[in-house]
């Protein structure tokens, strides 16, 4: 079975909410949802479904933005530096096939944007050679306010990153091939409605 970014992001899906029944479990709380659990759950979930698919293939969180475009085959080459991507930063997971890496990931469960997260992952397409894809998982979650209730203002906001993640994958020159989402969900201890969302872009 090959190793696709449908593949990656379903399991991305299924890690995070993984990630916050275990939360709920240990603290009765359903958000917010720390990134250090959202991400290391996210990593054993994806972890898991490559190997399955293919023996070569394994995952690492937390490693090297200038080590991963390195081994992505990326020449240096001059012109302005890449704000999003800096040398010291490192991408939240990253997925390989041997010593390629073919695909990153970022994790996130906090804020109110994604396009920073967005323009990294597209950036790593353009600029890394043997990276196909990049994904751009997150746990939204938000409160009641005084015209609309959670849902409404959930479902506003879940649109809005949509919309978001076109805008950044036209001007990064990669295609944006679908967001991966739950229904959203409601919090009874405090009123609140979560959902997760997961954004797949394509060379």
Not at 84 to 102: C, H, M, N, T
Request: glycine share 8%; proline share 5%; with cysteine.
């Amino acid at each position: 079975m090959a190793i696709t970014s449908e593949l990656v992001a379903r399991k991305c899906k299924d890690g995070l909410q993984k990630a916050q029944k275990h939360y709920q479990d240990w603290s009765g709380w359903s958000w917010p949802l720390p990134e250090c659990v959202a991400t290391v759950e996210t990593a054993l979930t994806v972890n898991k479904a490559v190997r399955k698919a293919d023996d070569r293939s394994w995952v690492t969180p937390e490693f090297s933005v200038r080590k991963t475009l390195k081994k992505a085959g990326l020449r240096p080459r001059p012109g302005p530096k890449h704000g999003v991507l800096p040398k010291q930063g490192r991408f939240d997971i990253v997925a390989w096939i041997g010593e390629r890496p073919i695909g990153v990931i970022e994790v996130k469960t906090r804020g109110t944007s994604l396009e920073r997260d967005m323009e990294r992952v597209s950036l790593a397409i353009s600029l890394g050679p043997s990276i196909r894809w990049g994904i751009v998982a997150t746990m939204i979650a938000i409160q009641s306010g005084e015209r609309k209730s959670a849902e409404d203002r959930l479902r506003t906001r879940m649109g809005s990153r949509i919309e978001e993640a076109g805008r950044v994958a036209v001007s990064r020159g990669v295609k944006f091939n679908k967001c991966w989402e739950t229904r959203p969900k409601q919090d009874d201890s405090d009123g609140g409605s979560w959902a997760v969302q997961v954004f797949e872009f394509r060379r």
